[in-house]
T-cell receptor, first 114, second 118 residues
């Protein structure tokens, strides 16, 4: 079974631009979560989508948004990019939303904001 | 709020030596705990998870972890380190997200970088 895929793997943008990242979950997985990883803050939860609805949200500004499609694929959008948005963005999928459900991670998208 | 603390941001061992990576949790209820590994330029891979079925949990690549309630710990061990074990390791706990109900999320520790010397 194919793992979680994320595109693109690398992205360079300038301040003020917007960016869209894509995530395809493992086949059959319905929950998709997004995380931001930076050297200073570590791994931080952005949001989770399930059945095309945002179910859970971390402590990030409204510039960070996302959506999920009927096939469970998810996109994350960041508008008005800031230098501090440079990070590795990881997507994870799980079968469902239980507390013990394992989250399987993709390879991430490395975003650099200049 | 539930959280995990990883003691030691960097651990260095010799090939063949014991690997011990420390993780302590703070939780008022039984937690669900995970260990993930991240190799350079890759995502996170699950090593093992504790879901209260057994206190000693065996994972992939020869790793195991023991849940100790009295010490609020979930340390990761491997009897003999291999060069391929060099990576960053993250301990994580399932925490309740906003809105309660079934809004769970993973909360990660800061990570421990494992270096294996030949």
């Amino acid at each position: 079974k194919a793992g979680v895929t994320q595109t693109p793997r690398y992205l360079i943008k300038t301040r003020g631009q917007q960016v869209t990242l894509s995530c395809s979950p493992i086949s059959g997985h319905r929950s998709v979560s997004w995380y931001q990883q930076t050297p200073g803050q570590g791994l931080q939860f952005l949001f989770e989508y399930f059945s095309e609805t945002q179910r859970n949200k971390g402590n990030f500004p409204g510039r960070f948004s996302g959506r999920q499609f009927s096939n469970s694929r998810s996109e994350m959008n960041v508008s008005t990019l800031e230098l501090g948005d440079s990070a590795l963005y990881l997507c994870a999928s799980s079968l469902s939303r239980g507390s013990t459900d394992t989250q399987y991670f993709g390879p991430g998208t490395r975003l650099t904001v200049l | 709020a539930q959280s995990v603390t990883q003691l030691g941001s960097h651990v260095s061992v010799s090939e063949g030596a014991l690997v011990l990576l420390r993780c302590n949790y703070s939780s008022s209820v039984p937690p669900y705990l995970f260990w993930y590994v991240q190799y350079p330029n890759q995502g996170l891979q699950l090593l093992l998870k504790y879901t209260s079925a057994a206190t000693l949990v065996k994972g992939i690549n020869g790793f195991e972890a023991e849940f100790k309630k009295s010490e609020t710990s979930f340390h990761l061990t491997k009897p003999s380190a291999h060069m391929s074990d060099a990576a960053e390791y993250f301990c994580a706990v399932t925490t309740m997200g906003g809105g309660g109900g079934s809004n769970y999320k993973l909360t990660f520790g800061k990570g421990t970088l494992l270096t294996v010397n030949p």
